[in-house]
């Protein structure tokens, strides 16, 4: 029952002194607040732990001393980190009192990060990383080979079993971190081999000479990892199911001090931005100071181009950073002795010299590439040229629809079923194919907090789509209007009038169309409708299974047998395979579909940014190789295919 807050309340107790105060130690304090640490306690903060330890290992090859790392899932979970670098220190530490190998997995904030002496670049910033793994696990063995011999000692959920003791003689240096997830910790403890693949990929492209060999024994099969070409290679790696502008990306790259910086960029026939920014091998997501100067150096410099070689006349509008960045691919990745990150998951860069450090090196180095190759030049700006004329005429298609939907309500789209609730955070819209559909949604749906917005047809692909071409859509039109919150860099989360977007489509090729469509629009133009978790797709059933009286809603073929199976020897079995939304009745699809208590709904996410971006690419741009590639190698596994 909800609380009567009109009920008296219960006088307090105001006993309140210093034993009142709980004081969580390093260990007790992450196992408490696992989030605090790694984000979350699903899959991809049990990922996390992966990345976490091989941090430590990608630490050890940027101060040169590390070739090599091998991460290995196992049959039962566990996992192990391999390495051949300089091997943990075992001596006592001064500050401690024990082992630097313990201090390293047990004391929050202690490794070889902070002074500046081992690590002079270093992804793992706050020292937590090991002991965090540590803890977070249902025991971990820790392994070095140091000095011609091996040292172990072993944990249970952080806590040390025995001093550490010596195992053996060794030929090289190295750590070896073996450890298992806490069950008691994490809801998920099985590991997804393709997310982590994408991630060691990512890492080696970012490291050129380092190898790194991932290992799955479950399913047999593993994979290696070596770019001699580093970050050009990653960008053409982005690139690879697209028609490219110039064929060899622009590489910069410049050492300051102790700062090294490094950027690739090519540009595409496609409309997206993709530029991916690192700082010391953490993917910033965030971006930060390091993605701001580099952006700065490009408009700048493309513009000076421009004028300078008449591309621009000179009282002709410069080029702003939406018209230097559509088809862009890019890295930047920097490595600094200091870096600032926001949170220990590392999403965003803080140091303020690295925005005009970046801007420098980029704009210098960009500068001279353009002059030395013309013709690349030439190609560069014709796309930003076009993307220009282009930026102008959605922006003047763009204001009409802003404008139209910050009018009243009278105003929506006329065929747009709006809710009587006002309050967004309450409100849902589904997207709804066909006029058919969408009448038995209006008719079943609950007036109060839910509005159904029928489409016509497809959208327009906006792979393919200049945006002055996205935003003559009709029907592209009627849904920014219907959501209020604008497009692009002008969408704002505050002014959505729901706060849950419901994709609805048929269980059939044009539904799963449809909602592929749908979602590379939402990806692509207003992707903090998914990042903030408002996007969702409908789960409809697609078998109606009448036995013995009673109606049997099943959503999967697979669900389906089993059903099947269960109900053998029942005399009479009426089975109705649904293909439209529309074949069934409005109190069918609420019950089914649209009703609270008894639906079921999938929340849009995307966890890797670069990964969902190339799958987009393949799906709905213009290379068809890629695309018929990616079809064959996942027709096994493929959903909702009716034919």
Known sequence: MAQDTTAPIEPKNNDYSADDIQVLGGREAVRRRPGMYIGSTDQ???????????YNSIDEAMAGCCTKAVVTLHKDNSVTVMDNGRGIPIDIHPATGISA?????????????????????????HGVGASVVNALSSWLKARVRRDGKVYQQEYRQGIPQREITEVGTANDTGTTITFLADAEIFTETSYDFNTIRERLQEMAYLNKGLEIKLEDEANDRNRTFYFEGGIIGFVRHLNRNRSVRHHHPVYISRQINSTIIEAALQYNDGFADNTLSFA????????????????????????????????????????????VREGLTAIISVKLAEPQFEGQTKGKLGNIEMKSLVESAVGEELALYLEEHPDDAKRIIDKCLTAQKAREAARKARDLIIRKSTLDTG?????????????????????????????????????????????RGKII??????????????????????????????????????????????????????????LTFFFRHMPDLIHNGHLYIAQPPLYRTKAKKQDHWVYSDQEQEE?????????????????????????????????????????VTVEEAAKADSIFSILMGEEVPPRKAFISAHAKSVKNLDI
């Not at 991809?44 to 091989?54: A, D, M, T």
């Not at 190998?101 to 910033?125: I, R």
């Not at 930060?288 to 070689?309: C, E, M, P, Q, V």
């Open 44 to 54: 991809r903060g049990l990922h996390h732990l992966v990345y976490e330890i091989v």
């Open 101 to 125: 190998l313990e201090t390293v997995m047990t004391v929050l904030h202690a490794g070889a990060k902070f002074g500046g002496k081992t690590y002079q670049v270093s992804g793992g910033l």
């Open 280 to 323: 010391n091998c953490v993917n910033t997501i965030d971006g930060g100071t390091h993605l701001t100067g580099f952006r700065s150096a490009l408009t700048r410099i493309l513009n000076d181009y421009a004028h300078k070689n008449g591309f621009l006349k000179e009282n002709a509008s410069n080029l702003i950073g939406d018209d």
């Open 411 to 455: 105003t929506l789209p006329g065929k747009l079923a709006d809710c009587s609730e006002k309050n967004p955070a309450h409100c849902e819209l589904y997207l709804v194919e066909g006029p058919s559909a969408g009448g038995s949604a209006k008719q079943g749906r609950n007036r109060r907090f839910q509005a159904i917005l029928p489409l």
């Open 461 to 518: 692909n906006v792979e393919k789509a200049a945006p002055d071409k996205m935003l003559a859509n009709q029907e592209i039109r009627t849904i920014i209007t219907a959501l209020g919150a604008g497009i692009d860099d002008d969408f704002n989360s505050e002014k959505l009038r729901y706060h849950r977007v419901i994709l609805m489509t048929d269980a059939d090729v044009d539904g799963s169309h449809i909602r592929t469509l749908l």
């Open 563 to 603: 059903l099947l199976k269960q109900l053998a020897g029942t005399r009479k079995i009426v089975v109705q395979r649904y293909k439209g939304l529309g074949e069934m009745s409005a109190e069918q699809l609420w019950e089914t579909t649209m009703d609270p208590a008894t639906r079921t709904m999938l929340l």
